[in-house]
C-alpha cells in the first residue's frame, strides 16, 4: 500500500498564496501521473492540476497561470505553488497518485491513492 502525507493548507486573504506538498511512501519508479483534486462545499471532487513521470503537466483552467505543480522525483513529492488566491479556490484539496498498472497488478495493490486532504480557505 501506498501512503501519502500531506502539509500545507490554511487560511488566507484573496490575492494571497499557499503551498501544498504531499509526500508518497513508495519506490519513485512505481509512480506514473502525480496530481491535486479539490472539494469544496456541494460540490464534486475536481482535478486542479497533475503531472506526469515525464513532467507533462495538466491544470484545470479555473486555476491555469495563477497555480503551479511541480515533482520531485528524488523524494517521492508532488507539490502545488499556488498563487493569486481567489474566495471560489476554497476547498478540501486532496493529493492523487497513480501507480503505473503493471506495478500495481504485480505489487497486488490498488493503482490509485488519495491523500487525507487539506483545508484551503480564501477570504474576501
Known amino acids: 500500500q501506498v501512503q501519502l502525507v500531506e502539509s500545507g493548507g490554511g487560511l488566507v486573504q484573496a490575492g494571497g498564496s499557499l503551498r501544498l506538498s504531499c509526500a508518497a511512501s513508495?519506490?519513485?519508479?512505481?509512480?506514473?501521473?502525480m496530481g491535486w483534486y479539490r472539494q469544496a462545499p456541494g460540490k464534486q471532487r475536481e482535478l486542479v492540476a497533475d503531472i506526469s513521470s515525464g513532467g507533462n503537466t495538466n491544470y484545470a483552467d479555473s486555476v491555469k497561470g495563477r497555480f503551479t505543480i511541480s515533482r520531485d522525483n528524488a523524494k517521492n513529492t508532488v507539490s502545488l505553488q499556488m498563487n493569486s488566491l481567489k474566495p471560489e479556490d476554497t476547498a478540501v484539496y486532496y493529493c492523487?497518485?497513480?501507480?503505473?498498472?503493471?506495478?500495481?497488478?504485480?505489487?497486488?495493490?490498488?493503482?490509485?491513492?488519495w491523500g487525507q486532504g487539506t483545508q484551503v480557505t480564501v477570504s474576501s
Open positions: 513508495t519506490s519513485t519508479l512505481s509512480i506514473n501521473a
Open positions: 492523487n497518485v497513480d501507480l503505473y498498472i503493471a506495478v500495481a497488478q504485480a505489487m497486488g495493490v490498488p493503482w490509485r491513492y
